[in-house]
């Protein structure tokens, strides 16, 4: 490091969504005298299965300035209200993961137990009634801003399905605008320092060299700097979430543009569909030992909108996480610093989130081990909760058809998973902590939809009159509803702001 204890060089090994995130946020934010140099190959292909989101990539585009019509636009962009679950909880079931509030709570008591006491004496709807997302989304329907109806419930949230390779080339001409310089060349060897260890520079296969102080690995699962030059070592985690193998393709789009994912239960794992502006991205997310490559591909052909536009491609990996993330003087971000499949689409903010500790946490020459180790303690926190959110997906079914969900059924599964389902089953109660990524919220959704119904609601709820119980639920009902149905179509919308040309 430099005298002034800031790194004076940053090099972001590899491009693709994670290192043009990174190289677009630090070009914003970093001291005007650090410099910013990404290393990539055009030989190297990007994986593509990022492109779908969560409402906290907002936080990111704002805090670059970047204008929302413009964003979606260029990446091909479609709104994003929540995901739906088929077939999940058995073959017929559908149920939704939507953003934002489902219901409102009264008091101290959480809205789940007023909802689980009315179902239970035929008073409620499906939790889905009360969600204002999940209205909207199956109604083909968006908006953003404040309600037109009601001033008693905040804006909807919302995320984005893009195209990852536009927007990773849309961050690439917001960064190098900023000053990021770009080395094309695949790296051929990484150097450390024979003293200490840290990573000191990036050897191009033509012989160039790129030296830097801290260096962010974005180099994809092989993780050439936080593994290959650093041995740092990974926790795999198949045996929480077996899927191992994604077969991807796109195909012309069918129909309206949904705006909302949707992950359908197969055989042996599921399948997404995610619409853009120009096309539909689609895979199947499955499990080697229990499926082959023929009956992937029959099964995700003959599921889709339109007529593919490209070969199926397959991918493979192991899901899990590095044992640091923050390695001496090297940060892994995307799938460099480990993979959980995209059932709940948390890898593009995997990579925000990371890259938000950094700027938090940017090294300095002393006590910067100590900072690692909080970088690391944060990250493996995140990392452990959404683990968990997911492994909940394939636990909680009811599916014995196939083998690969009778082995989800059977397997075993964290004890934080293990003990916040129980908790839930037996009383209703869904506590997480104040920095997790999923809400309350989030997890009552999913619960619910996969069958784990509380046993009992809280006993306040019981001074509440059934008629009053009734009418409550009714009134939230029917104010979603009014709300939904005054918004612009899902097209509509886009066709305001920010319809591609191309499309």
Known sequence: MNQDCRPSHIVIAGGGTAGWMAAAILSSFVHSGTRVTLVESDEIGTVGVGEATIPQINLYNQALGIDEDTFVRETQATYKLGIEFVDWHHLGSRYMHAFGEVGRDIGIVPFQHYWRRARSLGLAEELGHYSLNEIAARAGRMQRGPLKTTDVVPPMPYAFHFDAMLYAAFLRRFAEARGVMRVEGRIGTVTRDGEGGDVTGLTIEDGRMVAGDLFIDCSGFR????????????????????????????????????????????????????????????????????????????????????????????????????????????????????????????????????????????????????????????????????????????????????????????????????????????AGHIFRAADDLFTEVGWLQVLVGQGVIPQRHHPLVDAIEPDDLKSYMETWEALMQREAMQMPTHEQFLARHGAALAA
């Not at 050439?224 to 926790?235: F, K, P, R, S």
């Not at 892994?332 to 950094?358: C, D, K, V, Y």
């Not at 990392?383 to 492994?391: G, H, K, Q, T, W």
Request: some cysteine; proline content about 5%; glycine content about 8%.
């Open 223 to 426: 993780g050439l700097l936080i593994e290959g030059a650093l041995a740092t070592g990974y926790d795999d985690w198949s045996n929480f979430l077996p899927c191992n193998r994604a077969m991807a393709v796109p195909c012309a789009s069918g129909g309206g543009l949904t705006p909302y994912t949707r992950s359908t239960a197969r055989a042996a794992g599921w399948q997404w569909r995610i619409p853009l502006q120009h096309r539909i991205g689609n895979g199947y997310v499955h499990c080697d030992a229990f499926t082959s490559e023929e009956e992937v591909r029959d099964t995700l052909l003959a599921n889709l909108d339109g007529a593919p536009q490209a070969e199926p491609r397959m991918l493979r990996f192991t899901t899990g996480k590095r044992r640091k993330f923050w390695n001496r003087n090297v940060i892994a971000l995307g799938l460099a610093s480990g993979f959980m499949e995209p059932l709940e689409s948390t890898s593009i903010h995997l990579i925000q989130s990371g890259l938000s500790r950094l700027l938090k946490m940017m090294p300095e020459r002393d006590g910067s081990a100590r900072v690692a180790d909080e970088y690391n303690r944060q990250t493996t926190l995140e990392y452990d909760a959404i683990r968990d959110f997911l492994v909940l997906h394939y636990k909680a079914t009811e599916r014995d058809d196939t083998p690969f969900w009778r082995h989800c059924a059977a397997m075993p599964v964290p004890d934080s998973l293990a003990h916040k389902i129980e908790l839930f089953r037996e």
